[in-house]
């Protein structure tokens, strides 16, 4: 049988390696590694002094190819470079808004000054240990620490997936050892001292749906009116407050952070919907809660009305004495005021979480009901459930009694309310009071306070201030006053009122800049004490400009100096002109008005 001829020529296929000797006396080869961004082949070209350095080079670099694939020529990924494009275009667009703070902490404050510097390719597991370890030598927590290894590994998975990297480096570092601590909750007597203290201050119901509804901190300040039913007695959690986040009003040029700028710009949305199913719920009410709850409504109503124009509508149910949403860093500092003036130890705000959680434990609520009142997914409430509801001592004692009854028979008894301090009714106000309301009588204002020396002291000076009209001071019975008296229980005042005088100006102005005249009164002043919710500002000067829900733009400003309010109402009325008539430069839309404070 005849042989097949061979082919004249030693061409390779399209797309195969090849190796010759060149007329510069070195061996050459060029591999094909994958296609260019244009569609032409990407044809990497190695040179060696032989034949057989050559060909290993050939075959090492067609086995790269093969296994994780090879950088695109000129592209030298540094962790920084990799890092930064990451966060900001890969990251960001996908995780919502709280996710990618975090993410951005970890890479700017501390993966980039600690790592930034190495090639990608060239990071090792060892240099990711000693970071660690210098992280906590410096300072950090092991938590903190522990973010960072996940933030970085989940950036370097991304890499290895577009084939930057071979392999991530972080799949083989030892992680930060982390030790949950145990969350000790707050005893049902603790919680009751700090009830009686929030009493005393705006937001009281803030503070009580926490430690008895165990509501995070962003569903608190996202709930709206419109989510609570009075006549079911229902709460329905769908949104949580975000924290703001600032770019400057003025240009970059104040020198300071965005935060603290004077003209500062919220550019974040307030709020975003529950991240899971479980998480939008509705949530049954205590009777009492509910009446703490009419009472806010009633007191916000009169902060509506007393703040005139500077009140902000937007249906929350917690604001500011002029309507502005809660911003979450300031209510964290309310929280740990409030610890320390109902001399309790100091913890998270999460912690009310955890102590509501451990309080249905103790009431015996079943699990499914305990789930969907958390907002816990049902693959992983087990989980959550381990991690929320402590097993106190009264439950300890609770399932000794019952285990010895089972098997001795014995009747022991199991310790009461009254062993622990424990108030078991959930629908019971534990919030003690004092039996007399001493009332300020200041014409036809009654103005109800805790102690004498503070009613007379007011009567006193609002007396000196209005002649001719009559003023006193009156002992009034608790009840008699919480059933009589306007505002109820939440009106009693537990200090002296602040004497400053709040200076006032407004303007508005129409799209394109023209001036409005409203009719009202351009500037006015106000003693602080006065208005009812505190008062409006302890600085000498705070101004915005906001758009309302038309096209008009308000300027206000408000402080305790005068001068610096009469000079910054010309600065105000300036910004209030730009941007009725370039809306767009302020992140406004004739759609959606943007009225929020800066």
Known sequence: MAQPKKPHTSRQPNGASSIFFGKDGRWHGYVTVGVKDDGRPDRRHISRKTRPEATKAVRDLEKQRDSTGVAKAGQIWTVKTWLTHWVENIAAPNVGENTIDGYRVAVYHHLIPGLGAHRLEKLEPEHLERFYRKMQANGSAAGTAHQVHRTVRTALNEAVRRRHLATNPTSVAKAPKLEEEEVEPYTVEEVQRL?????????TARWVIALALGLRQGEVLGLKWEDVDFEVGVILVRRGRLRPRYKHGCGDKCGR?????????????????????????????????????????????????????????????????????????????????????????DGRLHDARHTAATVLLILGVPEAVVDRIMGWEPGKSARMRRRYQHLTGQVLQQTAAKVGSLLWGTATSLPTAADEGAVTDPNRNPVATAPTVYVACLGERHVPFAHRAYAEAVAAQWGAEHPGCSTGMEEWDREKWE????????????????????????????????????????RWSTPAWEFEAEHYTDLPVRWHTARRPGQEVDALVRGTDKGAVDQAFGEACAQAVDRAANPRKYGDSAAHSDSRPL
């Open 483 to 522: 059933r009589h008296g306007p505002g109820g229980a939440l009106a009693v005042r537990d200090r002296m009122p602040d004497r400053r005088v709040v200076h006032h100006a407004h303007a508005l102005f129409l799209a394109g800049g023209h001036r409005l005249n409203t009719g009202g009164p351009e």
């Open 195 to 203: 009830l009686l203290e929030a009493g005393k201050h705006r937001n």
């Open 257 to 345: 952070k965005p935060g603290y700028c004077p003209q500062k710009i919220n550019i974040r949305r307030e709020t975003k919907d529950t991240k899971t199913r479980a998480g939008k719920r509705p949530i049954g009410v205590p009777e009492e809660l509910l009446k703490l709850l009419r009472r806010h409504k009633e007191q916000q109503g009169r902060e509506r009305t007393l703040a005139r124009d500077l009140w902000v509508e937007r249906g929350y149910v917690f604001t500011s004495p002029t309507g502005e949403p809660l911003n979450p860093n300031t209510d964290f500092h309310r929280w740990k005021d409030l610890l320390k003036a109902a001399n309790v130890r």
